[in-house]
Nanobody, 118 residues
C-alpha cells in the first residue's frame, strides 16, 4: 500500500486547512486510516483516525476543531482542521493499518507541513 498526502501549508491562527491522503495498492476492507503529527524532537502522536466501518478517534487536543472523514470507495481520508492554533504547527503524516490481518500491516505516507502563525 502506498499513501499520498497533500494539503499542508501556512495559515494564520484561527484559520482552516484540509489535508487529504489517498491510498493505493492492495488495500484490505478492514482497515484504519488516520493522521499523526510530529514536531522537532517530539514523538509522533495520533491526531485522528477512522476505521473503514466509521468509528473515529480524536486526540483531546483537537476534539471539536478537527474532523476526519474518509471515502472507502476512493480509499481516501481527509482531515478538516479548523480553529488552528500555533501549537498545531507540525509535520502531519497519514497512516494506514490493517485490523484483522496477522501480522498487522502498517504504512506511513510522506509528511506534509502545517504552519500556523499569529
Amino acid at each position: 500500500v502506498q499513501l499520498q498526502a497533500s494539503g499542508g501549508g501556512s495559515v494564520r491562527s484561527g484559520g482552516s486547512l484540509r489535508l487529504s491522503c489517498a491510498a493505493s495498492g492492495s488495500i484490505v476492507s478492514d482497515n484504519v486510516m488516520g493522521w499523526y503529527r510530529q514536531g522537532p524532537g517530539d514523538q509522533r502522536e495520533v491526531v485522528a483516525s477512522m476505521t473503514s466501518s466509521g468509528s473515529t478517534h480524536y486526540s483531546n487536543s483537537v476534539k471539536g476543531r478537527f474532523t476526519i472523514s474518509r471515502d472507502n470507495a476512493k480509499n481516501t481520508v481527509d482531515l478538516q482542521m479548523a480553529g488552528l492554533r500555533l501549537e498545531d504547527t507540525d509535520v502531519y503524516y497519514c497512516r494506514y493499518w490493517t485490523i484483522s490481518i496477522v501480522p498487522q500491516y502498517k504504512v506511513w505516507g510522506q509528511g506534509t507541513l502545517v504552519t500556523v502563525s499569529s
